[in-house]
């Protein structure tokens, strides 16, 4: 396996920035024209992009990013929900409320029992898409106690309601380890470097195995070559500059395209949240402002133009709506940080990070001023489809098997279905407890508000797993 240092040259990655501090408006108008062919961004280019301050080019350069994502993305939005298991740690992140030396931190390690009641609220919010969270150390049974608590997820059944897709974030693991994981069914692993500076990372990551920054940076090489081929990347921004982190997250998502055929399904984007007792957190090394925010957003849509972009629970209301805007896809809502924090709402003394403020999925759905409303599909192809293999496909084939392509999107029948599927669980349930009732709904619908819950019951049974 590749080592890390062969592939991510921090000096060369610098230069690369170094250069780009002077450029032309004609360049970047250059760079716009091509990414708007939604051809990507090489080092070079987004480099250049970063320098970007005069207002007029970075109407352009949002501009581009916007008409980037309304062509490959349209209005669509995955809505998915965290689900911290444990705060169990044995690292010292000096950012994070889960590490070990913390004693301000309540310790929590859910049950089974625990984890189907969490995951029964989920369902009865409307959830079917979850990312199972954990913190770098387990109770006596080890890792199993991941795999068991993924089971106990996908078996939980609430009425027509159950969990489709459990994605997961938890510490790097061993190849067979990854095997085991894929053998559950997951959807994604997703896993962040934090930062790609080294020296940065040394320093706040004194002690634990996150230590090891090679073994963390060479985790997605070996879920890989495990068969894990769903993997999602991601920078904890504020930690170094951000302008450096963007190009290696790009250098990142590119090895492992050119080694394993295959880049990430999804890159995340969090900034640094404050923490209970972590100074660090509340005084960031590198803050980065909400102008900066929005600019690293829209250069990462025109560089990967076919990768999710995931926002952070951290964000606020107003800065999720801005970044949807300009190139992100998937987005939680309702969330909760903590350990049981769904069937405890009140207690926040388990969380791993404060919020922005949290939506719930019913308003997301309800209230959001752009698109139509959560997505159709958003994972790969079923075994036994009889399809190429996942990683022969180029970036727009697994595109168009993972989500509605534009062509699709604009056949007649669709808006209507987005539609069907986009009704608030308020709206069904009124529906069904009041079958007799023949009025006009705010969503211009004229027809029996019970035959249309009715129909999008029976639409969203038969959908495919996968969803």
């Known amino acids: 396996m590749t080592s890390p240092s062969a592939w991510l040259d921090e000096a060369r990655l610098q230069a690369v920035l170094d250069r780009a501090a002077a450029t032309d408006a004609a360049r970047v108008r250059a760079?716009?024209?091509?990414?708007?062919?939604?051809?990507?961004?090489d080092l070079e280019e987004a480099a250049v992009l970063t320098a970007v301050s005069d207002p007029a080019l970075l109407a352009e350069l949002f501009a581009a990013a916007r008409a980037v994502k309304q062509e490959i993305y349209g209005s669509r939005l995955v809505l998915f929900a965290p689900l911290y298991i444990s705060n169990l740690c044995a690292n010292e992140c000096l950012y994070c409320a889960f590490r070990a030396s913390n004693t301000a931190l309540r310790r929590r390690c859910l049950t089974p029992a625990e984890i189907r009641r969490e995951v029964e609220i989920l369902v009865e919010q409307g959830h079917k898409r979850l990312l199972l969270v954990a913190g770098e150390s387990y109770p006596p049974q080890g890792f199993d106690y991941v795999l068991e608590a993924i089971a106990t997820v996908y078996a939980v059944r609430r009425g027509r309601g159950e969990i489709r897709r459990v994605n997961v974030n938890v510490a790097p693991l061993e190849i067979e380890e990854f095997r085991r994981l894929k053998a559950a069914r997951i959807g994604t692993y997703q896993l962040f470097q934090e930062t790609y500076r080294r020296a940065a990372y040394a320093r706040l990551h004194p002690a634990g195995r996150k230590a090891d920054y090679d073994w963390r940076l060479s985790a997605m090489d070996r879920a890989l070559a495990a068969g894990l081929d769903d993997v999602g990347i991601g920078v904890l921004f504020g930690?170094?500059?951000?302008?450096?982190?963007?190009?290696?997250?790009?250098?990142?998502?590119?090895?492992?395209e050119q080694t394993h055929g295959v880049g990430p399904h999804t890159v995340s984007v969090p900034r640094l949240e404050p923490a209970t007792g972590s100074e660090v957190s509340r005084r960031p090394p590198a803050p980065v402002s909400?102008?900066?925010?929005?600019?690293?957003?829209?250069?990462?849509?025109?560089?990967?133009?076919?990768?999710g972009i995931i926002l952070s629970t951290r964000e606020t209301p107003a800065m999720r709506r801005e970044a949807f805007a300009l190139g992100v896809s998937q987005i939680s809502a309702g969330s909760r940080t903590n350990p049981g924090g769904y069937a405890d709402a009140d207690r926040q003394d388990a969380a791993q990070f404060s919020l922005g403020g949290s939506v719930s999925r019913k308003r997301y759905v309800r209230y959001l001023e752009v698109g139509l409303g959560s997505s159709l599909r958003t994972s790969g192809p079923q075994e036994g489809s009889g399809t190429r293999n996942w990683a022969d496909r180029s970036p727009s084939e697994r595109f168009r098997e993972t989500s509605w392509s534009p062509e699709i999107l604009r056949h007649p029948w669709v808006p209507f279905s987005v539609r069907i599927l986009s009704v608030p669980d308020w709206f069904t349930k009124a529906a069904s407890q009041n079958p007799a009732t023949e009025k006009s709904t705010s969503r211009g619908f004229s027809s029996s508000a019970s035959a249309v819950a009715s129909m999008v019951n029976n639409i969203s049974s038969d959908l495919p797993s996968s969803l």
């Open 31 to 41: 760079i716009l024209d091509r990414a708007r062919s939604l051809a990507g961004l």
């Open 239 to 256: 930690l170094a500059d951000w302008r450096f982190e963007l190009l290696a997250l790009l250098r990142h998502s590119a090895h492992l």
């Open 290 to 307: 909400d102008a900066d925010f929005r600019k690293l957003i829209a250069i990462l849509r025109l560089a990967v133009p076919y990768t």
